[in-house]
């Protein structure tokens, strides 16, 4: 990318609901912005982080995307001069609402944090074996000690204690004071994976006596554990899990979406077009129980205290995501992520299965995550061979010495992550990432998906018959005129007979469409439509 600028893809936009039109855009689950885009000393300068930001706005808008999403805390808390991970300049955030601001972009500080503040010597020996942990914001597992871990295991921190949730409402505080005076901050979103800090992350978490306390006041059950055993919250789980795994995941999933519902009517407060991202990482760790069966995806988030009919009846301004892994079964195998043989081989095709997006039911905004596996080697380290006499010598060879590279499909099989979700159901967002900018070389594809996607209104569509297994026609009467588009979610071409109402334009290229006529969609393609007025149907496809 030469200087600061790039051709634009030619995006229209109908009216915003509620603030929000059609969303796409990167999403970055590391820090890692800094190492792209070629802006030399990593954009360690407010300069040469607003050099680097003008970048980013030129791509996505090539790209015809609108949204960015990136972590403003991380592991170990709130990305600042004080924990400053990968080197970003000094308020790197506000660079980007500022800039944004100018560009019509969307910014998402997203929270992906493990640990919580504590001062030295807060977690002891003395403090495990007599018990006295329980009282802490320190977790308290189905073992009967804190156990946790980067993956397949919960966080160190129990969200349910006192200080746990005035820490993280704290940090979203200073993500609202910051941005909301810019349009550009369109609220803040969790990275929900196992160890965050966001959840209780698996059934084997939350055991402490302040959680068994409230379980009981609240549903009058009781587990008959001996207090004075300081190992006793295996005792807990237990019990609980062989006696009352229901009413015990219930109370767990009211008491951790209940705090995000009550911080998502926060975020509405201070604005009302600000939302709380809600991004559910489950099947990253898929070496779980029962990975392969139907009620995986929302048996796993309610164990950690995410409800999806929750937060769709008391929250409705919260975005519900759910991540798939594009690349997976080229990039794991059994034994890492994967328990079994069966289940690798279930994740190949596990996001053409509808349960596997049940976390979306019922969601006012849903939205799909493609999370990026990507490789990474030392291939530019001029000293990473151990004979000296192999290292490179050369002046002239000036290569960033840690390489990492995304996994993508070529040509139209990148597309198929966006298209198979719209299946099952209405998406109104959609956003790919993780290490690096996940879109390149999809231009070709990627592009006329999101002027046909971002065309049409953020309102949930409704699913008219037919088209078989693969293609899909929905339809929304909005802002006075009849919305509608045609998807095939299939890797074949298709070719789909349609009935439109009179007066239907196709949103893209302007082209008036009448009466009965046959459409061509190739390998995950989609085509958006209005007219003044009128359903349109379905009458066949081959």
Request: net charge neutral; proline share 7%; charged share 25%.
């Amino acid at each position: 990318l030469k200087g600061r600028t790039l051709p634009k893809a030619k995006i229209r936009t109908p009216k915003p609901k509620a603030g929000w039109g059609r969303s796409m855009g990167w999403y970055y689950e590391d820090p890692s912005i800094n190492y792209e885009f070629a802006v030399k000393d990593y954009a360690a300068t407010p300069e040469l982080c607003l050099e680097m930001i003008d970048k980013i706005a030129a791509t996505m808008k090539y790209q015809g995307l609108d949204l960015f999403a990136y972590p403003g805390s991380w592991y170990d808390g709130y990305i600042s001069d004080s924990y400053n991970v990968h080197g970003h300049a000094p308020d790197f955030l506000r660079a980007f609402y500022e800039r944004f601001d100018k560009e019509g972009l969307g910014v998402v500080p997203l929270i992906n944090q493990e640990n919580h503040p504590v001062p030295p010597g807060s977690l002891t020996y003395d403090m495990i074996t007599s018990g006295d942990v329980h009282a802490t914001v320190f977790n308290v597992t189905a073992t009967g000690l804190p156990d946790c871990g980067i993956v397949r295991k919960p966080s160190l921190f129990n969200i349910c204690h006192p200080d746990a949730q005035r820490y993280l409402e704290g940090m979203i505080d200073l993500f609202v004071e910051e941005g909301v005076k810019h349009p550009s901050f369109r609220g803040v979103g969790l990275h929900v994976k196992h160890a965050s800090l966001c959840w209780l992350g698996l059934i084997t978490s939350g055991y402490n006596d302040y959680m068994i306390d409230g379980f009981t006041r609240d549903t009058g059950i009781k587990a008959p554990v001996d207090r004075r055993d300081p190992k006793r919250g295996k005792a807990y789980a237990d019990w609980l899990l062989a006696n009352a795994y229901e009413p015990w995941v219930q109370w767990r999933c009211r008491q951790v979406s209940g705090f995000w519902v009550k911080i998502a009517r926060k975020l509405a407060a201070a604005r009302p077009d600000l939302k709380l991202w809600i991004n559910n990482i489950a099947d990253l760790d898929p070496i779980m129980d029962r990975f392969s069966s139907p009620d995986y995806m929302r048996r796993i988030a309610r164990e950690g205290g995410l409800d999806r009919d929750i937060f769709a009846r008391e929250a409705p301004n919260v975005i519900m995501s759910q991540t798939c892994l594009p690349a997976d079964y080229r990039y794991a195998r059994p034994g890492w992520y994967y328990a079994t043989e069966a289940d690798f081989e279930c994740q190949r095709t596990y996001h053409t299965k509808p349960y596997y997006w049940d976390f979306l039911e019922g969601a006012a905004y849903p939205l799909v995550h493609m999370h990026d596996r990507y490789w990474e080697s030392h291939a530019g380290d001029v000293n990473r061979n151990k004979d000296p006499a192999l290292r490179f010598k050369s002046k002239w060879f000036k290569e960033i010495k840690w390489r990492v590279t995304t996994l993508n499909a070529p040509g139209p099989y990148a597309m198929e992550h966006y298209a198979v979700p719209m299946r099952f159901r209405d998406i109104l967002g959609f956003t790919k990432g993780g290490y690096l900018v996940g879109t390149y070389g999809m231009e070709d594809y990627l592009v006329p998906f999101a002027q046909a996607f971002r065309a049409l209104p953020a309102v949930n569509m409704e699913t008219l018959p037919g088209g078989g297994e693969f293609v899909r026609l929905r339809h929304v009467d909005y802002d006075g005129r009849s919305w509608f588009y045609v998807v095939n979610t299939g890797v074949e071409s298709a070719c789909v007979r349609v009935r439109f109402p009179e007066g239907s334009k196709d949103l893209v290229s302007d082209a008036s469409c009448a009466g009965d006529s046959t459409i061509k969609l190739g390998p995950y393609e989609l085509r958006s439509f209005c007219a003044p007025s009128g359903r349109p149907a379905l009458l066949g496809t081959k």
